[in-house]
């Protein structure tokens, strides 16, 4: 299976708030596991990442963490703020057929925080 | 910064045209790849390169082929666009050691076969 199931779908939070966006995996072959945040008419950019060898990854206001028996992971924004407002895609990455690698991506969470 | 420049921001092609979207990147990035973009259904890989001339099929690739002769470009093609191909397109780029870096994405192509 290479999907990536995210949930929710959507997402409203209040300013200062904590934010929780969650993922799950069959495949264990996926062996890194980023999220991308994207702003409305822009591409997704990259805003943090971890190892399945990690169980939790701090940058700021933004946590990664990491159930590897549980093939789940989860993006946790402390203090959400009205910028935060974004769709958030989870991904995993996997070695391809021909030895490359690509990511697939979850379907997407829409956040709202409102102010 | 790395540019990952889309060459049309909208576009509107008629049913059974042949379509090329066309995607350049300016930071030397071995791999180059596209997605579509569909609401509730994330993003989805059609084709990548992982070398000039090099490519290989993502999860959806039917209906689309892929060009790269030039290490900073990738097209996609569209062989007879059909309405069901009415999309955001995204290309995205990146270095060989990628995951300490991402992927830099474009701004997206929105693509309506009417």
């Known amino acids: 299976q290479q999907q990536v199931k995210q949930s929710p779908q959507s997402l409203i939070v209040q300013k200062g708030g904590i934010s929780i966006i969650n993922c799950a995996y069959e495949?264990?072959?996926?062996?890194?596991f980023p999220w991308y945040q994207q702003f409305p008419g822009k591409g997704p950019a990259l805003l943090i990442a971890?190892?399945?060898?990690?169980s939790e990854k701090k940058e700021g206001r933004f946590t990664i963490s990491f159930n590897k028996s549980a093939k789940q992971f989860s993006l946790h924004i402390m203090d959400s703020q009205p910028g935060d407002s974004a769709t958030y895609f989870c991904?995993?990455?996997?070695?391809?057929?021909?030895?490359?690698?690509?990511?697939?991506f979850g379907k997407g969470t829409k956040l709202t925080v409102n102010p | 910064d790395v540019k990952v420049t889309q060459s049309s921001r909208y576009l509107v092609k008629r049913t059974g045209e042949k379509v090329f979207l066309e995607c350049v990147q300016d930071?030397?990035?071995?791999?180059m790849f596209w997605y579509r973009q569909d609401p509730g259904l994330g993003l989805r890989l059609i084709y990548f390169?992982?070398?000039?001339?090099?490519?290989e099929k993502g999860d959806i690739p039917e209906g689309y082929s892929v060009s790269r002769e030039k290490k900073e470009r990738f097209s996609l093609i569209l062989e007879s666009a059909s309405t069901n191909q009415t999309s955001m397109y995204l290309c995205?780029?990146?270095?060989?050691?990628?995951?300490?870096?991402?992927?830099?994405f474009g701004s997206g192509t929105r693509l309506t076969v009417v």
């Open positions: 995205a780029s990146s270095l060989v050691g990628w995951q300490n870096y991402g992927y830099t």
């Open positions: 495949n264990t072959a996926f062996d890194y």
């Open positions: 971890i190892r399945p060898d990690v």
């Open positions: 991904a995993a990455s996997m070695k391809t057929q021909g030895g490359s690698e690509k990511l697939v």
């Open positions: 930071m030397d990035h071995e791999n």
């Open positions: 390169s992982y070398d000039v001339k090099m490519k």
